[in-house]
């Protein structure tokens, strides 16, 4: 991956510009976009909180992959991303258009409320890497503010009251938090009648414990979670199961 001088953000089949967002392509974003489960089955993706559209775009990659060559739009597949911040809505737009797949993404300069109030579409795929920020000291920007804490609007209780009502019958949630918000996101999701389906915990080297998870939950009930470590860095050099699993997006891979 690299970063130009005139900030934009290669990756293997797309690009992003990372000027005008406030929260910029960051780490817990490209995870969440390679670790969510999509099925080709899928049709409708919504990405909440969408920044700079990485996350989004990632997923737009993937249905191509896994409908090799075929139009996606004709196959019915729809993404959309919304955000409150009216400038990360320009510039995913930009990205959109620029990448291969313009045609199926679309970005809504709206709150969650907002957009909730004025579509009563039914998601394959809900997303998303929320403000998490929760009691820190709040940064001087009031966009940047925004982006990362919960008190600024959206937060992962939003999150799966609005996908306990927005997710098809057999639709998925799939959040990145902070590893210490963990228990209380399940939860709150159970308490909305979602249960998690899988768990990916989230370390930067073999000594930490993780400091973020990936959190997928579906409608239905698993007895057992399936649940996985990952770990990032082992002694300088990236992990084989991180090269593994962004290796379609960066080009140091």
Not at 15 to 40: C, F, P, Q, W
Not at 110 to 129: G, H, M, P, T, W
Not at 161 to 172: V, Y
């Amino acid at each position: 991956q690299g970063v130009s001088a005139m900030g934009i953000f290669r990756f293997k089949k797309f690009s992003v510009k990372n000027e005008r967002s406030a929260m910029k392509v960051n780490t817990d974003g490209v995870l969440l976009g390679a670790v969510m489960h999509i099925s080709a089955d899928d049709r409708t993706l919504l990405d909440i909180g969408t920044g700079t559209g990485t996350i989004a775009l990632m997923a737009a990659q993937r249905c191509a992959d896994l409908h090799a060559g075929k139009n996606l739009l004709a196959a019915g597949i729809r993404i959309e991303s919304i955000d409150i911040d009216e400038a990360s809505v320009l510039e995913a737009r930009d990205n959109f258009s620029c990448s291969p797949w313009g045609e199926i993404l679309h970005a809504f300069h709206c709150s969650l409320e907002v957009f909730a109030a004025q579509n009563e579409r039914k998601y394959d795929l809900i997303f998303s890497n929320p403000p998490y920020f929760d009691c820190s000291l709040m940064a001087p920007e009031q966009r940047r503010n925004a982006a990362r804490h919960t008190s600024c609007g959206l937060s992962y209780r939003e999150l799966a009251e609005f996908a306990s009502e927005r997710l098809a019958p057999d639709g998925r949630l799939a959040i990145v938090l902070p590893a210490d918000q963990e228990n209380a996101l399940l939860r709150h999701a159970r308490m909305c009648g979602l249960f998690p389906q899988r768990l990916t915990r989230v370390r930067t080297v073999p000594r930490k414990r993780p400091s973020r998870v990936i959190a997928e939950f579906t409608r239905t009930r698993c007895a057992v979670p399936e649940e996985c470590l990952l770990t990032i860095q082992d002694e300088g050099e990236y992990t084989s199961e991180y090269i593994s699993l962004t290796r379609d997006f960066y080009l140091q891979f």
